[in-house]
């Protein structure tokens, strides 16, 4: 529904629809109606492969397979794009050990390779970081991105500025943006770099203290301001809206994305020159974020 109200505003459509399994065989298909929609507006189809549940072991098992194996699966992608007219693909590999960031970037430089002979762009879905501590975070999820040498291979890099490791508020906060571009400017040309932006929330309970919703959309937002009362603003820093609602004496904050946080970044991402956005998901967003566009 999304897609059809706003397919003026869109130039690349994503859909996360193609997996790799553990017998390393890639399976799934982009949905009639959005291919239908695409080719009426002119809109490229770029899918995500990711690997199943974002299992480490099913992708440490892709990049440490034979060249046989390996060129197997670029095949099919090239073939499956081809045969769909795909603009080309996008890695969402995820969950990947730092002990395979040598394998990670030198199986995107051969898929690179193949898809330019064939006239495919390929982009990759990189996990963010602001610095290279060795934590676990580090090690299981962002050590395995060697931005600047994916840079080099990949056609466009979308950085998910977002899901912020030690945030105790929003899933994105301007000042996790700057610190993930802080890091990032001299790795990435600004050309090839698309921000990440979410249109989703996180929620947290206010006492105890922990987060207990990451997927939260605007219609449950709706929800909540049609049966509880709310008490909202707008933090200056985090650049951020919150809502505040009680339900059973316990009370809650919802760290949210709208217009002003939305427009925050697109205007972080123009200033800087950037490419672009990649937005996670459509069909979760404020209406407002139109507008804005």
């Known amino acids: 529904t999304s897609l059809r109200e706003h397919v003026e505003a869109i130039d690349i459509i994503a859909p996360q629809s193609y997996t790799l399994s553990s017998n390393l065989k890639i399976s799934g298909s982009v949905n009639s109606e959005i291919k239908k929609i695409a080719k009426e507006h002119n809109i490229q189809i770029m899918p995500l492969i990711v ?82 501590q060795e934590n676990d975070f580090y090690k299981n999820w962002s050590g395995a991105f060697d931005y600047e040498r994916i840079a080099q ?26 610190s993930v571009y802080g890091y990032l400017k001299d790795k990435i040309p600004p050309q090839k770099l698309s921000l990440g932006v979410p249109f989703y929330y996180w929620g947290w309970s206010i006492s105890p203290f922990k987060r207990v919703r990451s997927g939260g959309t605007y219609q449950r937002l709706q929800f ?52 672009g956005f990649s937005a996670w998901v459509l069909g979760l967003e404020n209406p407002g974020i139109w507008n804005v566009l």
């Open 153 to 178: 291979a990949a056609d466009f890099i979308s950085i998910m500025a977002y899901d912020d490791p030690n945030s105790a508020g929003p899933t994105a906060s301007m000042p996790f943006v700057r």
């Open 51 to 132: 690997n199943a549940s974002f299992r480490q072991d099913i992708i440490h098992k892709l990049l440490t397979s034979s060249s046989t194996t390996q060129t197997k699966i670029i095949d099919f992608m090239i073939k499956e794009a081809t045969e769909n007219k795909y603009f080309g693909w996008q890695f969402d590999f995820e969950h990947i050990s730092y002990q395979d960031k040598e394998a990670y970037s030198m199986f995107i430089e051969k898929t690179a390779t193949a898809f330019k002979n064939k006239n495919l762009l390929l982009s990759v879905a990189a996990v963010a970081r602001v610095n290279d």
């Open 224 to 275: 909540l301001r049609s049966t509880r009362k709310t008490f909202e603003g707008f933090d200056s820093n985090y650049l951020v809206p919150y809502l505040v609602y009680f339900n059973a004496g316990q009370g809650y904050i919802v760290w949210h994305e709208d217009a002003r946080s939305f427009k925050a970044k697109l205007d972080f991402a123009t200033q800087n020159n950037l490419r």
